[in-house]
């Protein structure tokens, strides 16, 4: 029995292991930890499904001279792969190579993944799908905080709260086991769901278990600015804690003045005296928490929209006090630590900032190079992926993690890219739809053979182990750094023990805002909490901002963001809004080959109210046309009056011809390079 966490997604859900002699590699068991209690989502449930798949990759692939992927040996791939990579930095120069990660890699494999691409291909080019995921989130939490950690406080403290406002989340379909910590708040009647849908979430509010606000698609920023006009005007707010902890009052009441309630309700949809009673009602509650999620942030205004949101609970005085908070969900498992360590365009590990001459010299000596062979800040992945194949833009490109022709924005454009590189190489465990376009393909560990660590939603690190021996040809990817930087003649050491991977993560994180430098695999064997900042001799810190903010002047800023009113829908075109099924995870390239999981929801569905499939002519389990300018697609008609007659919904899991990110826009926010992925505009038409 091996005690690990779920490979899906950041709720990191504790599970025991057993190998099995039966049909399945291994059983899987819940195990009671603070964030499932010993429960598991379906996805979890049947994970041990895919440790045995037939599908698995067990054997370098290369594409030969007829255009078809053939096995190969890894010492030929990999001298292939250096080779070709030499010679595009020799033609186009090092920022011809781009690096593509993911926010399910481990922080071992996350940190070497940014030490490979800055000193072993000394390439600024690399970004992760994590832009994709919380980059608003970040960079909003950064310019109010300080500091970005999706939670700032344990998941358990939600269990006694009075009030919850929850944002853009269906944490019922993409968490389940989350939805028992919105008991206490459900029981006093205190759970607040904004959502467009009457999602499984948002059901839990039914039976005076709280309010479902279900407003305008891309209108929650407008929404946000409502409230806190009434919070302003009505002098609800804590006056104290904004004069003691904060600065920009003064900016912030002026921008929102023009936002009175009425106003708000035209553009959002949300009655005007419901947008007073949510905020007096957060105002009254001795404990509430608001809580952001990928729907009100994935969007060319999500930083502002995340940011609004943290203004509401700084004006009330959550952030630091104990019973309250604000925090954002992070969805990726590994979404928090993924963003921490070197993936990201402008970072360095330890959540460093790339530009800043101290953080380049602390690490540089930890990896023993000199801080001027360290690349600049590169570019974000929309712009990185969308450039690749064309003048100044990247020829070769090296994905880890990541599905980009199923999950990037504006798909068809991203695919088209990729067919322009002279080079695509995918490691990935399945041979997933983005691994059939590459020209290398290069088999990795699965979550369960392999040893490492992840950084869940709270900021709490945890300790992935390995229960099972992986299959002769697959090869973890420190492995294959460390063979590709020995090939390449790159400095410095490469490790292949995730425990030293480990220890030099500390070393680099050390005096960073995501301080690991206290840790270690050994000490977080011990079954210690371990949430970061964690430098030697601390006890970590389970909840940040008790006495200051992460500013130099400990205060937290209020930032004034402006709204724009969206395109509003017409007869001819509906909102369209994307998301999950509970039964299934990003991609799919896992979850859509467990048969249980694909079984209930085997294509693709649309989600329409059953007036809107009337005035089009559409019928229930009747196949649906929904296009606009960037593609189209078809799928099978779901009708209920869960969703606003204005609004289509779509789930992003399927491949090919069915996915929703055919439609979805490339656009990208301002602060944090954010694609605009919850807000288009559709045709349908009945098939």
């Given at each position: 029995?091996?005690?690990?966490h779920?490979?899906?997604?950041?709720?990191?859900?504790?599970?025991?292991?057993?190998?099995?002699?039966?049909?399945?590699?291994?059983?899987?068991?819940?195990?009671?930890?603070?964030?499932?209690?010993?429960?598991?989502?379906?996805k979890?449930?049947?994970?041990?499904?895919?440790?045995?798949?037939?599908?698995r990759?067990?054997?370098?692939?290369?594409?030969?001279?007829?255009?078809?992927l053939?096995?190969?040996?890894?010492?030929?791939?990999?001298?292939?792969?250096?080779?070709?990579?030499?010679?595009?930095?020799?033609e186009?120069g090092?920022?011809a190579?781009g690096?593509?990660?993911?926010?399910?890699?481990?922080?071992?494999?996350?940190?070497?993944?940014?030490?490979?691409?800055?000193?072993?291909?000394?390439?600024?080019?690399?970004?992760?799908?994590?832009?994709?995921?919380?980059?608003?989130?970040?960079?909003?939490?950064?310019?109010?905080?300080?500091?970005?950690?999706?939670?700032?406080?344990?998941?358990?403290?939600?269990?006694?709260?009075?009030?919850?406002?929850?944002?853009?989340?269906?944490?019922?379909d993409?968490m389940?086991?989350?939805?028992?910590?919105?008991?206490?708040?459900?029981?006093?009647?205190?759970l607040?769901?904004?959502?467009?849908?009457?999602?499984?979430?948002?059901?839990?509010?039914?039976?005076?278990?709280?309010?479902?606000?279900?407003?305008?698609?891309?209108?929650?920023?407008?929404?946000?600015?409502?409230l806190?006009?009434?919070?302003?005007?009505?002098?609800?707010?804590?006056?104290?804690?904004?004069?003691?902890?904060?600065?920009?009052?003064?900016?912030?009441?002026?921008?929102?003045s023009?936002?009175?309630p009425?106003?708000?309700?035209?553009?959002?949809g949300?009655?005007?005296?419901?947008i007073?009673?949510l905020a007096?009602?957060?105002?009254r509650?001795e404990?509430?928490?608001?809580?952001?999620?990928r729907?009100?942030?994935?969007?060319v205004?999500?930083?502002?929209?995340?940011?609004a949101?943290?203004?509401?609970?700084?004006?009330?005085?959550?952030?630091?006090?104990?019973?309250?908070?604000?925090?954002?969900?992070?969805?990726?498992?590994?979404?928090?630590?993924g963003?921490?360590?070197?993936?990201k365009?402008?970072?360095?590990?330890?959540?460093?900032?790339?530009?800043?001459?101290?953080?380049?010299?602390?690490?540089?000596?930890?990896?023993?190079?000199?801080?001027d062979?360290?690349?600049?800040?590169?570019i974000?992945?929309?712009?990185?992926?969308?450039?690749?194949g064309?003048?100044?833009?990247?020829?070769?490109?090296?994905?880890?993690?990541?599905?980009?022709?199923?999950?990037?924005?504006?798909?068809?454009?991203?695919?088209?890219?990729?067919?322009?590189?002279?080079?695509?190489?995918?490691?990935?465990?399945?041979?997933?739809?983005?691994?059939?376009?590459?020209?290398i393909?290069?088999?990795?560990?699965?979550?369960?053979?392999?040893?490492g660590?992840?950084?869940?939603?709270?900021?709490?690190v945890?300790?992935?182990?390995?229960?099972?021996?992986?299959?002769?040809?697959?090869?973890?990817?420190?492995?294959?750094?460390?063979?590709?930087?020995?090939?390449?003649?790159?400095?410095?050491?490469w490790?292949?023990?995730?425990?030293?991977?480990?220890?030099?993560?500390?070393?680099?994180?050390?005096?960073?805002?995501?301080?690991?430098?206290?840790?270690?695999?050994?000490?977080?064997?011990s079954?210690?909490?371990?949430?970061?900042?964690?430098?030697?001799g601390?006890?970590?810190?389970?909840?940040?901002?008790?006495?200051?903010?992460?500013?130099?002047?400990?205060r937290a800023?209020?930032?004034?963001?402006?709204?724009?009113?969206?395109?509003?829908?017409?007869?001819?075109?509906?909102?369209?809004?994307?998301?999950?099924?509970?039964?299934?995870y990003?991609?799919?390239?896992?979850?859509?080959?467990?048969?249980?999981?694909?079984?209930?929801?085997?294509?693709?569905?649309?989600?329409?109210?059953?007036?809107?499939?009337?005035?089009?002519?559409?019928?229930?389990?009747?196949?649906?046309?929904?296009?606009?300018?960037?593609?189209?697609?078809?799928?099978?008609?779901?009708?209920?009056?869960?969703?606003?007659?204005?609004?289509?919904?779509?789930?992003?899991?399927?491949?090919?011809?069915?996915?929703?990110?055919?439609?979805?826009?490339?656009?990208?926010?301002?602060?944090?390079?954010m694609?605009?992925?919850?807000?288009?505009?559709?045709s349908?038409?009945?098939?």
């Open positions: 029995m091996t005690d690990t779920c490979p899906y997604c950041a709720l990191q859900c504790a599970m025991t292991l057993t190998p099995s002699g039966g049909p399945l590699p291994a059983t899987v068991a819940g195990r009671d930890f603070p964030t499932n209690r010993g429960g598991l989502c379906k979890g449930w049947s994970s041990a499904e895919l440790l045995g798949d037939r599908g990759l067990t054997t370098p692939l290369v594409r030969g001279d007829d255009g078809e053939h096995s190969a040996g890894w010492d030929e791939t990999l001298d292939l792969l250096a080779a070709r990579l030499r010679q595009t930095a020799d186009h090092r920022d190579v690096v593509f990660g993911g926010g399910g890699l481990t922080n071992e494999k996350a940190y070497q993944l940014g030490k490979f691409a800055r000193i072993a291909l000394r390439t600024s080019r690399i970004d992760y799908n994590g832009r994709f995921c919380m980059s608003s989130a970040a960079a909003a939490a950064n310019r109010a905080f300080g500091i970005d950690r999706g939670l700032p406080f344990p998941l358990t403290d939600l269990d006694t709260a009075e009030t919850i406002l929850l944002l853009g989340s269906n944490v019922g993409t389940p086991p989350f939805v028992s910590h919105l008991q206490g708040a459900r029981a006093r009647g205190g607040v769901v904004v959502d467009p849908r009457r999602s499984s979430t948002a059901r839990l509010c039914a039976d005076g278990g709280g309010t479902h606000l279900q407003p305008v698609p891309g209108t929650d920023l407008v929404l946000l600015l409502g806190i006009h009434v919070v302003i005007a009505e002098r609800l707010y804590d006056r104290d804690y904004v004069a003691e902890r904060t600065s920009g009052f003064a900016a912030l009441r002026g921008s929102v023009s936002w009175w009425e106003r708000a309700a035209i553009v959002t949300v009655p005007a005296q419901s007073r009673e007096r009602s957060l105002a509650a404990s509430a928490y608001i809580l952001t999620g729907g009100v942030e994935q969007h205004d999500g930083t502002d929209t995340a940011t949101a943290i203004n509401l609970a700084l004006l009330l005085g959550l952030p630091g006090r104990p019973g309250c908070g604000y925090g954002t969900l992070t969805g990726q498992g590994n979404g928090q630590g963003r921490e360590h070197g993936q365009a402008d970072q360095l590990p330890g959540y460093r900032k790339i530009t800043d001459p101290a953080a380049r010299a602390h690490v540089a000596a930890v990896w023993g190079v000199d801080p062979i360290i690349p600049g800040a590169g974000p992945a929309v712009e990185l992926l969308q450039g690749a064309l003048p100044g833009g990247i020829r070769a490109l090296l994905v880890h993690g990541s599905n980009v022709v199923v999950s990037a924005p504006n798909v068809a454009t991203v695919r088209a890219a990729l067919d322009r590189l002279d080079l695509l190489v995918v490691s990935d465990f399945f041979l997933s739809e983005t691994a059939r376009m590459a020209d393909v290069l088999p990795v560990l699965q979550w369960a053979e392999e040893e660590t992840m950084t869940n939603l709270e900021g709490r945890l300790r992935r182990r390995r229960a099972l021996d992986p299959p002769a040809g697959a090869r973890s990817e420190l492995w294959i750094m460390a063979e590709l930087a020995r090939r390449l003649g790159a400095p410095g050491t490790s292949v023990e995730p425990t030293e991977v480990f220890d030099e993560l500390a070393r680099a994180s050390a005096g960073g805002p995501a301080d690991y430098s206290g840790l270690s695999h050994a000490l977080l064997d079954g210690i909490e371990a949430h970061w900042p964690f430098p030697p601390s006890l970590g810190t389970p909840r940040l901002f008790a006495d200051r903010f992460a500013h130099p002047d400990g800023l209020l930032v004034a963001v402006r709204a724009r009113e969206p395109e509003p829908p017409t007869a001819d075109r509906l909102h369209l809004v994307t998301g999950r099924l509970l039964e299934q990003q991609s799919g390239t896992q979850t859509r080959r467990v048969p249980e999981l694909l079984a209930l929801h085997p294509a693709l569905i649309a989600q329409l109210h059953p007036a809107t499939a009337r005035r089009h002519g559409i019928e229930e389990g009747g196949e649906v046309r929904i296009e606009n300018s960037r593609g189209g697609l078809t799928a099978i008609a779901e009708l209920t009056g869960d969703i606003r007659p204005d609004t289509v919904f779509l789930p992003f899991h399927y491949p090919g011809a069915a996915s929703a990110n055919l439609l979805t826009d490339d656009s990208v926010d301002p602060h944090s390079a694609p605009e992925f919850k807000r288009a505009l559709v349908v038409s009945a098939v």
